[in-house]
């Protein structure tokens, strides 16, 4: 194991360890991957997935899609508390680290699993790489909130996408030559997809799309406990959506958290349910809500950039609605993407009915203001980020 965290000059490539392990995970390696796989003579790497995410519809279909290679570890870790779930993968990650031996780390976001295995390496003294340092939304009732601030500390190459993020890690003490702003990955890997995307079939099998002619329709994902939990706050949203409903198609590939909570609170009347697209679903025309299981990441890529609107919890979906242009509603009070309602398409309506249901009427009516892509956002991180490293090597 290396005492101390400095790359040295040697002869031979360094041998990283990539971490994943959840949804959101996935989009933000792949370009990283792909990008250092050019430079074998730097680099040689591994893949290790934690097992966070293990249903297919929450990984092993974004591998496909991703054309992510199949990971060389898998700790299997699953779903837990987020101690024990914790716990699990740093007791499993350590364990890797001892026998393989890595020169460096390279964890993304702000999961479990990002946090996790930072503090594993931090701990070993394997030098560790964030990618998506210093987004806060200042609200430490998020469990993602936590897992960035405690990664961002313990990092050693701070890779950001926007100038807020810099500002943040500067303001809690984090020194500037550890913090390199390089743009945004999840956008590398949209652009990247997008024309892959426009094959899907999704739009017709929801009968959203006849002879080219796409019908004008809504998207919602829901995920954070702070949404679905608690079944009065799950009932007004579903509510709210159902409202929305009456005016276009609302489309829901929904989270496994929010399908069991729909259930477990007996509010299944509320949604029309897809289980599965063996039916053919052209010219359907649903009374409320659709709910779908998790869509893959080129369906969904097909099915938000068709979209006249989208509603969401989620931190990714803020940003590529920013990319797309596509409007975003974020039923969130707070974000820790600011640069997305600064710049982008995002407005924050937080989980109070009748403002989700004024502004996306508003939004339908009126659209939104001409809008910019932020500094960057160019699909050319990935090749900034293996760059710098190469540097380094
Ligand atoms: C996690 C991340 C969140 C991210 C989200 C994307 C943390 C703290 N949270 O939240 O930041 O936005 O992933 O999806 O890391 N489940 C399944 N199948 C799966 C995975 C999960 O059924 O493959 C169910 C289980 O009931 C589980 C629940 O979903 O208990 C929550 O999963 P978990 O990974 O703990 O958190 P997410 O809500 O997915």
Not at 125 to 152: K, Q, W, Y
Not at 256 to 276: G, Q, V
Not at 323 to 348: A, D, F, S, Y
């Amino acid at each position: 194991m290396k005492s101390h965290k400095k790359f040295h000059k040697t002869c031979r490539p360094i041998k990283v360890i990539n971490v994943v392990g959840a949804r959101p995970n996935f989009m933000k390696i792949a370009p990283i991957m792909r990008e250092m796989s050019k430079y074998p003579q730097n680099f040689v790497q591994l893949l290790v997935h934690t097992g966070q995410h293990y249903d297919n519809e929450m990984s092993k279909f974004f591998f496909d899609d991703l054309g992510l290679p199949m990971p060389d570890i898998y700790l299997g870790v699953g779903s837990e508390t987020h101690a024990v779930q914790t716990g699990k993968i740093m007791i499993e990650f350590d364990k890797v680290c001892y026998q393989k031996k890595p020169d460096l780390i390279i964890v993304v976001g702000d999961v479990n699993s990002t946090v996790a295995c930072a503090i594993v390496a931090a701990k070993l003294c394997i030098p560790v790489a964030h990618i998506e340092a210093g987004l806060r939304s200042f609200d430490r009732t998020m469990p993602e909130e936590i897992n960035r601030m405690l990664t961002d500390q313990i990092s050693d190459y701070l890779f950001t996408t926007c100038e807020d993020a810099n500002q943040n890690l500067i303001r809690e003490g984090i020194p500037k030559s550890k913090i390199f702003f390089v743009g945004n990955v999840m956008i590398d890997t949209l652009l990247n997809h997008i024309n892959m995307a426009k094959e899907s079939f999704i739009l017709e099998r929801l009968g959203l799309r006849t002879n080219n002619n796409v019908r004008k329709y809504a998207v919602v994902t829901l995920h954070r406990p702070s949404n679905v939990d608690d079944p009065i706050i799950l009932k007004v949203i579903l509510n709210a959506l159902n409202s929305l409903a009456k005016k276009l198609p609302v489309v829901f590939p929904a989270h496994p958290r929010t399908t069991k909570h729909i259930m477990d609170f007996k509010l299944k009347d509320m949604l029309s349910y897809e289980k599965s697209f063996s039916t053919k679903a052209f010219n359907r025309s649903y009374k409320n809500i659709l709910i779908l299981p998790p869509l893959g990441y080129l369906d969904f890529l097909s099915l938000m950039s068709n979209a006249k609107i989208v509603l969401t919890d989620s931190g990714g979906i803020q940003e590529e609605t920013t990319l797309l242009g596509i409007p975003c509603l974020t039923l969130r009070n707070n974000t820790e993407r600011p640069i997305t309602v600064k710049e982008g398409t995002n407005i924050l309506v937080g989980n109070d009915p009748d403002k989700i249901r004024n502004t996306s009427i508003k939004i339908l009516k009126d659209g939104i203001p001409p809008k910019k892509i932020p500094k960057y956002w160019d699909g050319r991180a990935a090749e900034r980020i293996i760059k710098f490293l190469s540097i380094k090597v």
